[in-house]
């Protein structure tokens, strides 16, 4: 593609570590020319400024990823992050072409005197969270450190879709993230450019391929846009993901592995052509907030020359490689897999699936975690947004790690031993998102942990009934975004709300083959019906609706709590709670994976007053029909292990508790039907109309 030598004459003067890139891959300079540019830069303009902000101790502001003396602060509670500290610093130096050798032993001071500030890690060994690990990898195998163990990170923190999310480690998403995704693919990619290491190629192209089943904009389940941010594009975008961001990856990638485009990049590269301005420039967006040492691009609305130099390559290098029969052809191939994609996931539904498939994308499209409205603009775990318009799952990594470090602390707080919340905790006004207060409450509920007693046995397996929406009989909540959460009164993202009395439920799981110790870590999912009797996904009506199901991980306690509402009584069975227990968060996708499957009893004096409600019709009639030692579930034995313990009150609502012992070394028969009569599965019958 030839460039305008207007256009060109614009891009030249500019900072050497702008020039350069445009010698090389705009101007077709000779590697002489653009190498000799390339050498200023650590002498002039952005290169030796940065390089003269670096402390004594081979830092940037006296922190790795923050600045020192961050939290805690009035600069925390800006919009943003800072931009200063180490990472960042090495990141653009890197990016800009700075030669390693300038500087020095930088590697080897900062793995004496640099220390993350999750859990105060050593440097070069990264952390938890993907989109830093990446910027470590890449930087690490610049400056010549042995950074392969954390190359290997990468390919064991997969997730099962191919790519990689931030938030994953914390238990909060099971489904791959863009931005995070992309950081590792081009992470891993420097790494092996820098190292020569092969190992990890396979990952990075699995990576690779998860966006491009995307085409690098799309969500796989609808083929709606993903969001907002992919158009947004900004110089520099630091972690945050755009269709041009993904493109110059790929065209890194195509040059590195020796490959044409992929044909399914053309509806990105269309994006990124329209945006091109007539005298082929391209316009800043809004920056990423926070502080700077110094500005390295124009103020939003302005002609970028950064994103201007990389839209033009990007183009040149599509366009270059004349692939429009091939695009032609692939895509028609990918028309007929996804077809066939299409049939096979309908083939998993029950007798109801004709209906499902044409409710499915519409329930999918809004189940994105909604954020709480706040007089200061959205927030999620009390924590404003950073883009106010953008969706609480593509916040990115700024705002991913802040949600982390919060978590962290008010958990060593409750592992301190804070007490009992009030029911207050659990009202409808409760937020939606918060799991630590409700944890730190319904803890101290159980028998087993107020006085030591423990139960007899082992939680005893049970049917998981026909509403489990676990994939085992059609509906499949866990393969959404936003299960991870502790409200479960609320459908996922479309804010459709169960009413009933407030119900704060604690499960405290025990690992009976470690000598009870707290199964920390471990998985439970939560489902149960409503006030009327009905399931969400199932039942008519509520096909559509998804609340009162929800995944919690178990903190170093073994607790998971919910916020809910007290469930009705359906005739043909005792008022209960399923619950799932899985190993790992990642290992729900799946539901033959549960290591237990089970079922909270409620106690019936709590359920007589419940009941005697408005909103609960129907419900003392048919619990009048039933008994704990007839009921087709708890009968064998009365619920000795399954009844909870119950406190509070119909008012200011329920504190339901029970402590579930897990044994391993037995095999769990999950979903297995009870003996005795009752509905499909041990389910009972829902009331007339649900």
Request: aromatic share 8%.
């Given at each position: ?9 614009w ?51 006296g ?20 931009w ?52 470590t ?6 400056l ?28 909060d ?8 995704t992309?950081?590792?693919?081009r ?11 092969s ?19 799309n ?12 158009d ?77 130099l ?13 692939s ?6 692939h ?53 404003l947004?950073?883009?106010?318009d ?8 700024a705002?991913?790690l802040?949600?982390?470090?919060s ?9 301190a ?35 030591g ?6 939680i ?18 866990l ?15 479309s804010?459709?709300?169960?009413s ?23 998985a ?54 399923h ?25 019936q ?7 005697a ?9 048919n ?59 041990g ?8």
């Open positions: 593609m030839a460039i305008d030598p207007k256009l060109l004459d891009l030249l003067d500019a900072d050497p570590a702008l020039r350069w890139q445009v010698e090389r891959d705009l101007a077709g300079a000779p590697p002489e020319v653009w190498e000799a540019t390339r050498s200023t830069v650590a002498t002039t303009g952005f290169g030796a400024e940065l390089l003269a902000h670096q402390d004594p101790d081979g830092q940037w502001a922190g790795a990823y923050f600045p020192a003396g961050f939290f805690g602060s009035a600069e925390q509670e800006e919009p943003g992050q800072p200063v500290g180490t990472t960042w610093a090495l990141k653009d130096l890197r990016e800009w072409g700075v030669d390693a050798a300038v500087l020095t032993d930088t590697a080897e001071r900062l793995a004496v005197n640099s220390r993350w500030e999750y859990d105060d890690l050593p440097y070069w060994g990264g952390e938890v969270d993907v989109c830093i690990n990446s910027f990898l890449a930087t690490g195998a610049w010549g450190v042995d950074v392969s163990p954390l190359a290997a990170w990468f390919t064991t923190h997969r997730l099962a879709d191919g790519g990689w999310n931030c938030e994953a480690e914390e238990g998403s099971v489904r791959s993230s863009f931005h995070s992309l950081n590792a693919v992470g891993l990619l420097a790494y092996e450019a820098y190292t020569g290491d190992s990890v190629r396979e990952a990075r192209q699995g990576g690779e391929e998860y966006l491009l089943t995307r085409r690098l904009l969500r796989a389940t609808t083929g709606e846009r993903v969001g907002s941010f992919v947004h594009l900004v110089f520099p975008n630091r972690y945050r993901y755009s269709a041009l961001a993904a493109l110059d990856h790929f065209r890194d990638a195509s040059v590195a592995d020796g490959a044409p485009p992929d044909p399914r990049l053309a509806d990105a590269v269309e994006l990124v052509r329209a945006a091109r301005r007539s005298d082929g420039t391209w316009l800043q967006g809004r920056p990423l907030p926070g502080r700077v040492w110094f500005e390295t691009d124009v103020p939003e609305g302005e002609p970028s020359k950064w994103l201007t990389i839209g033009s390559r990007v183009l040149a290098w599509w366009d270059d490689a004349g429009a029969t091939a695009q032609q052809t895509r028609r191939r990918m028309d007929s897999s996804e077809e066939a994609h299409s049939r096979h996931t309908d083939a998993r539904l029950t007798t109801d699936r004709d209906h499902r498939s044409q409710t499915k994308a519409r329930r999918t499209m809004s189940r994105i975690p909604t954020p709480e409205t706040t007089p200061d603009g959205p927030a999620y775990e009390g924590r947004l950073d883009r106010a953008e969706e609480v799952v593509d916040q990115g990594v705002f991913d802040g949600t982390l470090v978590r962290r602390t008010v958990l060593s707080l409750v592992g031993g804070v007490g009992a919340v009030a029911l207050a905790a659990c009202s409808t006004g409760a937020s939606g998102s918060s799991s630590t207060s409700t944890g730190a409450a319904s803890s101290g509920t159980s028998t087993a942990t107020a006085t007693d423990l139960p007899s046995g082992e005893p397996d049970e049917t998981a009934g026909p509403y489990p929406g676990d994939g085992s009989n059609g509906a499949d909540v393969e959404e975004s936003g299960i991870v959460r502790s409200d479960i009164r609320s459908s996922i993202g804010g459709t709300t169960a009933g009395v407030p119900m704060a439920l604690s499960l405290t799981i025990l690992d009976m083959a470690n000598g009870d110790a707290p199964f920390a870590d471990v439970v999912y939560v489902w149960h019906c409503d006030a009327s009797g009905g399931y969400s996904m199932y039942s008519d009506g509520i096909e559509d609706e998804t609340y009162l199901r929800g995944v919690q991980v178990a903190d170093s306690s073994g607790t998971v709590s919910y916020t809910s509402i007290f469930p009705a009584c359906y005739s043909g069975r005792w008022p209960h709670i619950f799932e227990v899985y190993p790992t968060v990642n290992d729900i996708s799946d539901s033959a994976n549960a290591i237990a499957t089970s079922q909270v009893a409620l106690p004096a709590a359920c007589d007053t419940v009941y409600l408005s909103g609960y019709d129907g419900s003392s009639a619990l009048a029909q039933v008994s704990l030692d007839d009921d087709n579930v708890f009968g064998d034995d009365g619920g000795a292990l399954q009844l909870a313990t119950v406190t509070g009150d119909a008012t200011s609502g329920y504190q339901v508790a029970l402590t579930v012992r897990v044994d391993t070394t037995t095999t769990p028969t999950a979903g297995a039907a009870p003996s005795g009569g009752g509905g499909a599965g389910g009972g019958t829902p009331p007339s109309g649900r």
